[in-house]
């Protein structure tokens, strides 16, 4: 049984404290696993506990859209292939969940927008309010620092389209980059899973869908192992990442297999981190990006970062 989480990758404020919320949910989520529960059980338990803590970039205190609204991500996924993603999710607590209800009570594999609401509330997801006062005052901030007329690392064409925006409706730019959530585990039976929970980018568009819910691209489990990927979404939905690292655990270690996903990363400066378990249970994880919060836990013992 084990267990590994991520929190995000880039630069991170408050380590600290972030590191310790990380310790805790990992004993959470490994509990399930003792308790005989599946990988899926344990990885939803993670993700839910991460979403519903706002000193992460999903669920409550997720980034902030242009227009100043909370459009969320997620996806889960067990080692039979089967998948459930929500994307561009509004006003609901904890899309993992809705995810989860996707995979399990549809034919389909992605909601998104209106529908995926909808479907939430059919679920008996009640409406939410995300918008917390700290991404509040970072949307202030950005809106003055905006006028100061500077470029965006990741977002280049943003200042050609952004008077087409009202800007009434307020712009924001975060300092914090990344704070993605995510969990892969193996269970008992040698089950695998792996879910991914997200805000998307600082600053995105409205409608954008990053590589959370693209099953493959920043979320994948196979009978060979399971992935959560964090970072510049564009560039893992081109790499296809969480796929490529799990074909390539088909004969190697996750670590290794790891490795050889950020050395494409590198190729085309895919800022991006990753955690794995692979069938037997070896986890990996890394990341090209200044920081990445993690945590594991197996053979009983615990490993944070
Ligand atoms: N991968 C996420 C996205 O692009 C962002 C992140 O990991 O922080 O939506």
Redesign the pocket.
Known sequence: MVIIIHG?AGKIENFKKRKGIMAKVCELGYEILKNNGSALDAVERAVVELEDSPWF?AGTGATLSIEGEVEL?AAIMSDDLRAGAVACIKEVKNPILVARKVMEETDHIILSGEGAVRFARLMGFPKYNLVTQRRKRMLEKGIKKLKEDKPLEYLPGLKKLMDKYSESEGFHLPTEK???VGACAIDKEGKLAAATS?G??FMHLPGRI???PIIGA?NYACDSGAISC????EC?IKLCLAKTVCDAMKSMKAQEAINLALKLANQYNCKCGLIGIDKKGNVGFGFNTPQMLWAYIRNGKIEVE
Do not use: K, L, R
């Open positions: 995000g970039n991500d990344y704070g993605t997200t998307g980018m990053g590589d959370t920043g964090t970072g510049h979404g893992i």
